[in-house]
Each structure stands twice: as structure tokens, then as C-alpha cells.
């Protein structure tokens, strides 16, 4: 194939919120946690990525706890460290090499008080130890200038605010992802939504569906599933412009995009004790497939205490 790799910086991803109560048929989700509450979570990150009909995965691994710093009727402030981290041979997700050589850095996070995202309170001295890491990356990368090129990007993107919490908070925020909001049995909620463009671009329009899938009112366990997926014929349009900037208009770079089924979706599932507010089990899968390079993103969390 004459297209080179061409890394991808996944964005974060946001939601909203309504207020905390539960029925027969339907429940609303919120932490409900208490001062000095504190928990450990256990993360896996697998990465398989096709290149000419070859797999080829990575599984990287983190150990992480949290502590409830505040609780009241304004929010929350959680202490998030990670205590260990075990990466794959030659990982490729930028995000997991740049929270790898962050252990032991204490990241505190302010939610709202139904545990929605709000901000990373301590972000300038999260930003210097950040910023030293992805020095560190840029130098020990001189002789990959593909590795090089997106580490200095990175160093670009962490300079904002937003940038940095994109780049080092996405497991924390899908920890969350669920909270602030009411979910019906028997009910798929569909949304118009905006996709993250891995490519740079403006973000794409897509179909988000939300459906509670499970609800054991005896045991306090509810299952949350959402889907999205993005239009084909629009990702197509896009990633051809893509590949002409990339490679001059090579004609037959174009015509391989062409030729290829593209795509892209998103599915999660959380599994949560509502009385606790406490995620049990969870995942987070992306699938893109681009042409030029097709890459499903798996990320798992759980809690273990």
C-alpha cells in the first residue's frame, strides 16, 4: 500500500446532566460518594490496528485510585493517582504513553454535583510535569520522525487548559461517563450529535443512541449502553481530502480511499451500582477504519473495592 502510517490523537468526549432519582422502570445516575471515600480501578487499553489484512495489538495496562476530597450540594473534588502502569512494546495511543510516566502525580478533578466533568483544578502543576514528559518523548524520539512529528504536536496540544485535560483525562472522564443523567427501561434515547474528527477536521454529524439495558432495583445494578455512528458516504468525502493534502493528489493513494469500505462507530457499556454511584465494569470501544490505516480502540475500567 503506498499510504504511510498516520498516527491518530483520539479527543475526549462530553456529556450532560439532570438530577439524581429512581423508579421501578428508571434511574438516575450520580456518585453519591462521601469524604475520604476511596476506591481502586484497574484499566485496560487495547489497541488492534489492520494494515494489509495483518492485526497487530497492543495491551496496555494501569493501576489507579481515587479519593473523595469534598462532597457537598456544589460537587465534588477527587484525587486521581495512578500507581502503576504497564505499557505495550511500541504503544501507539499517545495518550497511554503520556499517563504512563505520570504515576504518582496527583490529579484533582472537580465534578459537579451529579459527577459531571467540570475542570482539573491543579492544571498548572499537572501541566509542568506533563510537559517534561512529552520533552522527554520529543528526545528519545529523533531518529522516528512519524513518533516525533505527533509528540510535538502533543507538546502543542497541552499547552491550553482543554488541551491537557484531552490529553491525560480521557479514562477519568469516561469513569464518569454515565453520570447526570436519566435512563428509562424499554426507552433508546437518540441524539444528533457531534463526532470528534480524528483526522483534525470539523467534527462530524452523527447518531447517538442511549438505552438502559438493564435494571436490578434488588441489587442497586444498572446496565448503560449508547452507540454512535458516523455517516460512510461523509467519512469518505473527508478522508480522501485528507489523503490528497497527504500525498499530492497521488492518484492511486486516491483510488485505494475509493476502493475501501470506510467507516466509523463507538460503543459503550457501563455497569453500575446506582446506590453507591460506583462503576463495576465498563468498556469503551471505538472502530475506524480509513482506509489507510483501520484501528479499534478498547478500553476497559472496573473497579475493585
Known sequence: MILKFLGLFVTAFSLSTTSYGQTENSVDVTPHWKKNETHSVIIKSTTTDNNNGKDQNFLSTFDAMFIVKEASDNGYKVEWTYTNAKLADNEPVLENQIVAKLLNTKL????????????????????????????ELIANSATNPTMNAQYKSAKQLIASKQGL??????????????????YKLNFIQTNNIKFPNPLGGQPFDAIEK??????????????????????????????????????????????EINKASLGMTENTMQQIDFSKGIIQKSFFKRTANLGFQNRTTLLEIETVD
Open 165 to 182: 485535560e484531552i490529553a491525560i483525562l480521557k479514562q477519568i472522564k469516561f469513569y464518569n461517563f454515565s453520570f447526570g443523567y436519566n
Open 108 to 135: 484533582l478533578i472537580k465534578l459537579s454535583d451529579v459527577g459531571k466533568f467540570v475542570e482539573l483544578i491543579n492544571v498548572d502543576e499537572v501541566k509542568i510535569i506533563t510537559n517534561k514528559v512529552v520533552d
Open 210 to 255: 442511549v438505552q438502559l439495558t438493564k435494571l436490578d432495583t434488588k441489587n442497586s445494578v444498572c446496565t448503560i449502553e449508547t452507540n454512535k455512528v458516523i455517516d460512510g458516504k461523509t467519512l469518505k468525502t473527508v478522508v480522501i481530502d485528507y489523503v490528497k493534502k497527504a500525498t499530492n493528489s497521488n492518484p492511486q493513494a486516491i483510488e
